[in-house]
């Protein structure tokens, strides 16, 4: 029996999910959570063998939770299911570790196909999602070009916020309830995204765009 933890920040969208993974073979659904902030207390006491989780949550982003869950728990597969598909996103995803990326307008079909091939110790991707990264082939964090606010993820957004009004990475760690080598990551990434090598470069971005005042 394959146990399952389903995150999403929409319990609407949770109960559906439910609906769907239980009539896939095999599997149990442990838990639902609809704040990410919870998950790794959660999987402290009661573990699973495959997490689902969507790209975009407040508190802790798909990212994020698949960057602790991978440190914490590295046995764990992660499936990110989510309406997210651009190609630097993606990249971002896989980066961070996950094991499959999928669509939510995926069908029963496809989410079944999907667990097995990630429980198999393989990598399941979308045909949409391997047809959007073959079509932008050089967008990756380590190529990217400037990026648009609409390129930075919420938590991305949220740490430059941060980085603007002089917050220091201990303390943005500490305010987001993430460590301190997730703040690090996240600043390597505004670099490279946003073509800046330095805080005050990123304050600067950060005021062009109305971020912060």
Same mark, same amino acid.
Do not use: C, W
């Given at each position: 029996?394959?146990? @399952? ?7 609407? $969208? ?24 919870? @998950? +790794? ?23 994020? =939770? ?9 046995? $764990?597969?992660? +499936?990110?299911? *989510?309406? @997210? ?26 989410? %079944? ?18 047809? %959007? ?5 050089? %967008?990756? =964090? ?28 201990? %303390? $943005?760690?500490?305010? +987001?309830?993430?460590?301190?080598? *997730? ?27 109305? =971020? @912060?005042?």
């Amino acid at each position: 029996m394959i146990r @399952v933890l389903l995150v999403d920040d929409h319990q609407m $969208i949770l109960e559906s999910l439910k609906l769907l993974f239980r009539r896939i073979p095999e599997v149990k659904i442990v838990a639902t959570i609809d704040n990410s902030k919870n @998950v +790794l207390t959660f999987l402290a006491n009661d573990p699973v063998d495959l997490v689902v989780l969507d790209f975009n949550m407040p508190h802790l982003s798909g990212v994020d =939770l698949t960057l602790q869950i991978r440190q914490h728990h590295p046995t $764990i597969r992660i +499936l990110m299911l *989510t309406m @997210v598909e651009e190609a630097i996103h993606i990249r971002e995803a896989i980066k961070a570790g996950v094991h499959g990326y999928i669509l939510k307008k995926a069908d029963k079909e496809e989410l %079944e196909r999907a667990v097995q091939q990630v429980m198999g110790g393989k990598r399941y991707f979308s045909p949409a999602i391997v047809d %959007e990264l073959s079509a932008h082939p050089g %967008e990756d =964090l380590n190529n990217a070009q400037p990026a648009t606010i609409q390129n930075l993820t919420e938590r991305e957004i949220e740490v430059l916020k941060l980085i603007a009004l002089e917050f220091s990475s201990p %303390e $943005i760690a500490e305010k +987001l309830y993430i460590s301190l080598s *997730t703040v690090e990551t996240h600043r390597r990434n505004l670099f490279h995204k946003l073509n800046v090598k330095s805080a005050i470069g990123l304050t600067k971005y950060a005021l062009r765009h109305g =971020l @912060v005042e």
